[in-house]
């Protein structure tokens, strides 16, 4: 059905910008690099969860739920971000936070979005096992049920697959954002450099490019697990939310393109790319990137560039995801850049 008849609550600053990124540009030559400011959609600090989450808690309110509930890494940007909104909407909020990354310091536990879930009243709760998706959803559903036998009316934010992707909607209105944008500022835009976790986002913005008949190319980085899990993911998350947004049948198996070439050893784990990224953009950009995201999202886009693969004068956009809280929590490996 039509985006516009799916509830839906404003908690993002939008449009954020489309800017250049002359310096990235100039040292690495090749394509004319932009970037996509979504770090400045507010809430919290930002980051691309907001316009997911304009989705999830338009039909939580149209549930008349008083409660939301979530999961994610304890790093979590989608985690801080629901606590945020739920206190905007002065609704109660009790998330779980997954061991996912089992080698990090003392300060990933309590630092970061971490902090900022206690700042935003959010109750915590703790799940012992990292790549359990279905296991952390059920746990969700416990805590669901809990809630409902105290009186309250929850609504739960599932994020393992076989759950309607509502949030990656965000992103078919955010896909529709950018190329308006570009045809303000009469850029054709080639390719689209994005991380790929949940896959919610990168198959929002298929989708959404589909809905506008662009062909403009999406490059996923792979930040989470190996490049044929992950294609399998977008593609059939892309698919569900182009039937979502009224285009069935839209993507194909063409029109998922990922690389796993910049992973390293997991999840939230620490690469050589990935920590020059983080300093590259910060020092010639003056742009913040998270270590577990956009920062792998970013060595993959100058890993490409590196190759060859883009040629003189196109135009390549990074989508910032944000998560900039998340930096506060590697601190050890930042102090040693």
């Known amino acids: 059905m039509p985006i516009a008849d799916y509830p839906r609550v404003t908690l993002a600053h939008t449009p954020t910008p489309l800017e250049p990124m002359p310096n990235l540009t100039k040292l690495l030559g090749g394509p004319n690099l932009f970037v996509k400011r979504d770090d400045c959609t507010g809430l919290a600090m930002g980051g691309n969860k ?60 309590a630092s970061g979005n971490v902090l900022l ?6 109750k915590i709760h703790y799940y012992p ?15 669901a049920e809990r809630v409902r036998k105290e009186g309250g009316n929850p609504y739960v934010i599932h ?20 190329i308006d944008q570009a045809d303000e500022q009469g850029l054709k835009i080639d390719t689209i450099v994005l991380a790929s976790g949940s896959a919610a986002t ?45 285009c069935p049948g839209a ?19 620490s690469t050589l790319e990935m920590q020059e990224a983080l300093a590259l953009a910060a020092q010639k950009e003056g742009l913040i990137l998270d270590p577990v995201y956009t920062a792998k999202a970013m060595a993959g ?3 490409i560039v590196r190759e060859g693969t883009f040629k003189a004068g196109q135009n390549v956009v990074f989508l910032h995801t944000g998560g900039t809280p998340a930096i506060f929590g590697y601190r050890s490996m930042i102090e040693g850049l």
């Open 50 to 109: 907001a316009r997911q989450l304009e989705f999830y808690f338009g039909e939580a309110l149209a549930q008349k739920a008083d409660t939301v509930i979530i999961t994610g890494a304890v790093q979590s940007n989608f985690v801080r971000m629901t606590a945020a909104a739920a206190a905007k909407l002065g609704m109660a909020c009790e998330i779980q936070l997954e061991s996912r990354v089992k080698t990090a310091g003392p300060e990933y536990e």
């Open 117 to 122: 879930d206690r700042l935003l009243g959010a």
């Open 129 to 143: 096992e990292g790549e359990d998706e279905a296991g952390a959803d059920k746990a969700l559903d416990d805590i």
């Open 159 to 178: 994020l393992s697959p076989g759950h309607p992707p509502l949030g990656s909607l965000g992103y078919v209105v955010g896909a529709g954002e950018i």
């Open 202 to 246: 990168q198959a929002g913005v298929l989708a959404g490019l589909k809905l506008r008949k662009s062909d403009i190319r999406v490059n996923g980085i792979c930040v989470r697990r190996n490049q044929d899990a992950q294609s399998e993911r977008v593609l059939r998350q892309a698919e569900v939310c182009a039937e979502m947004a009224g």
């Open 251 to 269: 993507i194909s198996k063409d029109d998922i393109h990922v690389t796993d070439n910049y992973l390293g050893d997991g999840y939230g784990l």
């Open 301 to 303: 886009l100058i890993g």
